[in-house]
């Protein structure tokens, strides 16, 4: 508004005149962000408390249903009455037309029977006083005026009743054509019990459609009628009810249709007024079974508000002495507890969390001790790394990796590389049956039992050598390490582990030495999974050679075999972690581990490996690593 007056103030009233959009766009934008932050401010601060919330509930559950029961009787009743009121005005002025359309009838028969003059007729009119009768030629009566005519006319601007019939006279047809004026005294015979009525051209004379009493009584003589008065009220339910609707009338001159607007106020007394002598004997049982229905739905709603209410204080209450016992527990005071005075549910909820309160005290300390246990968990894993073999890299021919991925923080698989010469070595892998602590203690003893038994088995022989000079010949001797025999450590292994260990516990094992020299490998398999010798076209051959699992029965024998290593033969030693993790198609399988490892095989090892592990991580997707995975490669170099 300031800027308006600025703008006009200094001439740019062109300008102030287009502010009104924006002030307008503006200030419903201002209206929806205050409805924005109120509807905000009562969800954060109003609604936050229980209490508060079920006192909304029970508005929208009890009162709003009450209060739409009650808009829609009142509204029923009002359209009720508004259209009735309408109906009996707008019945009445139809009656009125018919009245006269057959009193117009009978005076034609009589003009045409010649027994009656029109001045008799109109002399001996009771029904409608001041009605004129005329005879009027076919040719001087309006053209479109035909075969007959009953309803409202406008004449001269003036409102006429009007009914017409074609006579045959001897000088050939006429017209009988009575006529009432729809002045304020017809209009009060239509108004009688009614109301007040206004009948008017257009609906802005109505005064909102809704004409009151004061403003009934002063008539308009060209367009504008007015009748008829608001009767009393009865009682304070007994309102103001304005009603309106549309008359029909026709231009006497030239034929064309034309609505004026009915419209008036009547009052429910009024209606009823109407009603009461269609009505039976019952009518005022049934006003007096209603108002007593009415009492009696008054009384229950009562009762009703009166139960919320005290439900409604139990429930907050035990809801607000829960939050403060949760307080309480946040802040650490675990020695809370809930006065619990209710036998309900509610009061169980209480006493269950008083319960809760001692459990968490026992839950404290018993997540203090598995923290205890996790740490130590986590330096078993650090001493377990430290023994599977770190930066070896092979020998002269034979180039070696292997990778150990648990399940859990330890893991039950084992693998090593037995460095015993610089031109022998020994690859040993193997499956501990179970998991956890107890998997992982039993592989910490076959990896010491291993070492222990490897240098218990290696015997030093002698090689000889001679070089030749110029003149004369040197002869040395160094001594050379004998290869263990894998099935003698594995015999002992057994034994070891059957004689230190519970029955149930045991493990599978493989166990092979490879001699630079010879390009050999002499192993022996314990129950493990047949490692694989991938050879450069494609061949495979599997080392099954050996026995059963160590540990579980005494005293069995085991067997073992040599088998040549080939230029770029790969040596692929696993766990069944690798080849049994499961998704919709089934398991992963030797075959998937065969391709992904041949496709890759000119690559570092070690490549290879990460390339076979998230093959599998792949085909497992999302879901947990089901058991440890343990891949061990080797190959052969020139």
């Keep these: 508004m300031t800027l308006k007056w600025l703008f006009r103030l200094t001439g740019a009233a062109r300008i102030a005149g287009s502010l009104d959009r924006w002030t307008t766009v ?6 929806f962000l205050l409805i924005f932050l109120a509807l905000r401010w009562f969800r954060n601060h109003v609604m936050w408390s229980v209490r508060n919330r079920l006192i909304v509930t029970y508005v929208f559950i009890g009162g709003v249903p009450v209060a739409l029961a009650l808009a829609m009787a009142l509204g029923t009743g009002y359209i009720a009455v508004e259209h009735l009121a309408t109906f009996l005005a707008v019945s009445e002025i139809r009656e009125q037309e018919q009245r006269l359309s057959a009193a117009n009838a009978a005076a034609a028969e009589q003009i045409v029977n010649r027994r009656r003059l029109p001045h008799e007729i109109m002399a001996s009119d009771t029904l409608f006083p001041g009605r004129t009768l005329t005879i009027v030629p076919v040719n001087e009566a309006p053209k479109w005026l035909k075969d007959g005519f009953t309803g409202l006319a406008t004449d001269q601007q003036h409102l006429h009743l009007r009914a017409a019939n074609l006579i045959q006279t001897p000088h050939g047809p006429d017209m009988v054509i009575s006529s009432v004026p729809f002045d304020q005294k017809f209009l009060a015979r239509i108004a009688a019990n009614l109301g007040a009525l206004r009948l008017s051209d257009s609906p802005l004379d109505q005064g909102v459609n809704t004409p009151s009493s004061s403003s009934l009584g002063n008539q308009t003589p060209t367009d504008a009628i007015s009748a008829g008065s608001l009767m009393n009220a009865k009682s304070s339910l007994d309102p103001q009810v304005p009603f309106g609707g549309l008359i029909q009338t026709v231009d006497w001159t030239t034929g064309e249709s034309r609505s004026k607007f009915l419209a008036g106020v009547t009052r429910p007394s009024a209606m009823y007024g109407y009603l009461a002598p269609y009505m039976g004997v019952w009518t005022g049982f049934v006003g007096a079974a209603l108002m007593g229905a009415a009492i009696a739905f008054a009384l229950v709603v009562l009762i009703a508000l009166i139960i919320g209410i005290r439900l409604t204080r139990t429930i907050t209450y035990s809801v607000a002495n829960l939050y403060k016992a949760t307080e309480h527990i946040n802040l650490g005071d675990f020695t809370h507890r809930i006065q619990v005075r209710e036998n309900d549910q509610l009061a169980a909820l209480q006493r269950a969390f008083n319960s809760m309160t001692d459990s968490l005290q026992k839950l404290i300390a018993e997540q203090k001790e598995k923290e205890r246990l996790q740490s130590e968990l986590e330096i078993a894993h650090e001493v377990q790394a430290q023994l599977f073999p770190r930066d070896f890299c092979g020998t002269r021919t034979l180039e070696m990796h292997g990778i150990c991925r648990p399940a859990r923080i330890v893991s039950g698989d084992y693998y090593d590389f037995l460095a015993y010469s610089p031109e022998q070595v020994g690859i040993a892998v193997g499956d501990i049956s179970g998991k956890g602590i107890s998997a992982a203690l039993l592989m910490a003893t076959i990896h010491s039992a291993v070492r222990a038994y490897e240098q218990e088995l290696m015997a030093p022989v002698t090689a000889a050598s001679a070089s030749y000079g110029t003149d004369m010949r040197i002869a040395t001797v160094a001594p050379r390490v004998a290869r263990p025999s894998p099935a003698q450590m594995l015999w002992l292994l057994n034994r070891h582990i059957y004689q230190s260990t519970q029955p149930e516990k045991y493990a599978t094992l493989f166990l092979g030495f490879y001699d630079d020299d010879t390009r050999r490998l002499t192993y022996s398999n314990a129950g493990h999974l047949p490692p694989i010798i991938l050879s450069q076209n494609g061949e495979i051959r599997r080392l099954e050679t050996g026995g059963t699992v160590i540990g579980l029965f005494d005293d069995i024998g085991y067997e073992e075999q040599t088998v040549e290593l080939y230029p770029d033969d790969i040596f692929i ?15 992963f399988g030797e075959e998937r581990l065969l391709e992904a490892i041949s496709v890759h095989r000119h690559q570092p090892l070690e490549r290879i490996c990460e390339v ?9 997707g999302s879901t947990e690593q089901p058991d440890d995975v343990t891949l061990v490669l080797a190959r052969r170099m020139g």
């Design 26 to 31: 503006l200030g419903y934008v201002l209206v």
């Design 612 to 620: 076979a592990l998230a093959a599998v991580q792949d085909w497992i």
């Design 573 to 587: 030693a696993f766990s069944d972690g690798m080849t049994e993790p499961e998704n919709e198609f089934g398991e």
